[in-house]
């Protein structure tokens, strides 16, 4: 099997199986910090970002550029395969309208590799990750409610 189709396969179960569905996905939850407001803000669902504490959230309104410092790096295992994905303590990109571009700090491991999420879209009912030319594509609802973390990590 072609071994790109094999990637985008791990990271649909990296990011479904990871996620827990809101009945009401516009409204954030009173635990929300106002970088997870700012995603559903722009069109995102709030569980782009996992459930820690967020100690900081900047964006700069004209050009889009934003900083989220969280209270460490995280790490989520993800069933049936085990699946790795990682956030750092500082997550940075460039979000506007349903679209975070020149994304940094969240990464999937696949593989024996870690691969970066470059970009995350908005696309109808769906979400559409990039992972440099390739994409992959789930229903947002599966990301109304952010995932815990498990703990420290090492991307190394």
């Not at 992959?136 to 609802?141: R, T």
């Amino acid at each position: 099997m072609n071994p790109k189709i094999l990637f985008v396969f791990a990271l649909l179960l990296n990011l479904v199986s990871n996620s827990f569905q809101n009945p009401n996905p516009k409204t954030p939850k009173s635990t929300s910090s106002q970088a997870h407001v700012e995603l559903i803000n722009h069109g995102l669902p709030a569980g782009l970002l996992p459930a820690t504490t967020v100690l900081g959230y900047a964006v700069n309104r004209t050009s889009g550029d934003f900083t989220v410092k969280l209270g460490g790096a995280c790490k989520i295992t993800l069933p049936p395969d085990n699946y790795v994905a990682t956030y750092s303590d500082t997550i940075t990109g460039k979000i506007v309208k349903g679209k975070i571009a020149e994304l940094e700090g969240i990464r999937v491991r696949a593989f024996f590799k870690w691969w970066s999420i470059t970009g995350i879209r908005s696309s109808g009912d769906d979400i559409v990750f990039e992972v440099g030319m390739v994409t992959a594509k789930y229903p947002s609802k599966n990301f109304d409610d952010s995932p815990a973390c498990e703990g420290q990590h090492s991307s190394s």
